[in-house]
């Protein structure tokens, strides 16, 4: 079946680490996005990719990093300089102007 | 400015009452209009997809329809499974990209 991965599910990051989000797809969709979601909040866009090797800033892109070395996959790094990282994050695809496509996502706490 | 914004905040009803939630944008050209439903914990699972005004798409209680500036979920005689976070979102272009712009999302409570 055809679906975006995110892993881990729930993900425990210490004061002071970088922590990384899988995010994969076999829809074979162009674009990716990754939005966080705070609670009681709607979708806040990190950053978001149209082809390979090619990425561009979103809304609250400070503290976060993104590579997209492959078509299928589009890992988000959570970086120190992140000062608040507590969320759920989402991973997305499409097609041009078509629906995206979520993950399941991951709750990342800080410990 | 692209926006989107959704209302009620959040909407509590009885089973079996029917109403309206809202998605108002301001976008240039519109290439769609987007709806989901997210489950607590869960990412938001696609609905349907309106792209010009007038039209209307229906899914067992759920009817979605379009005009120039707004977009409502129906949902007639609703029962507590519909319980859920419903989302509108629309996509823009930027600087010869695309983006999804998100409402902040109608928290619904179907009561039994």
């Known amino acids: 079946d055809g679906g975006i991965t995110q892993s881990p599910k729930y993900l425990f990051r210490k004061e002071g680490q970088n922590v990384t989000l899988s995010c994969e797809q076999n829809l074979n969709h162009d674009a990716m996005y990754w939005y966080r979601q705070d609670p009681g909040q709607g979708l806040r866009l990190i950053y978001y990719s149209q082809i390979v090797n090619d990425f561009q800033k979103g809304d609250i892109a400070e503290g976060y990093s993104v590579s997209r070395e492959k078509k299928e996959s589009f890992p988000l790094t959570v970086t120190s300089a992140q000062k608040n990282p507590t969320a759920f994050y989402l991973c997305?695809?499409?097609?041009?102007?078509?629906?995206?496509?979520f993950g399941q996502g991951t709750r990342l706490t800080v410990v | 400015e692209d926006q989107v914004t959704q209302s009620p905040e959040a909407l509590r009803l009885q089973e079996g009452e029917s109403s309206s939630l809202n998605c108002s944008y301001t976008?240039?050209?519109?290439?769609?209009l987007f709806w989901y439903r997210q489950d607590p914990g869960k990412g938001p699972e696609f609905l349907f997809t309106l792209y010009s005004a007038g039209e209307e798409k229906e899914k067992e209680r759920l009817k979605a329809t379009l005009t120039k500036k707004e977009s409502f979920l129906h949902i007639t005689a609703p029962k507590p499974e519909d319980s859920a976070t419903y989302l509108c979102?629309?996509?823009?272009?930027?600087?010869?990209?695309?983006?999804?712009?998100f409402g902040t999302g109608t928290r619904l409570k179907v009561l039994a």
């Open positions: 976008v240039s050209g519109l290439r769609g």
């Open positions: 997305a695809s499409s097609r041009c102007w078509t629906e995206a496509c």
């Open positions: 979102a629309v996509p823009v272009s930027t600087s010869g990209t695309y983006k999804y712009i």
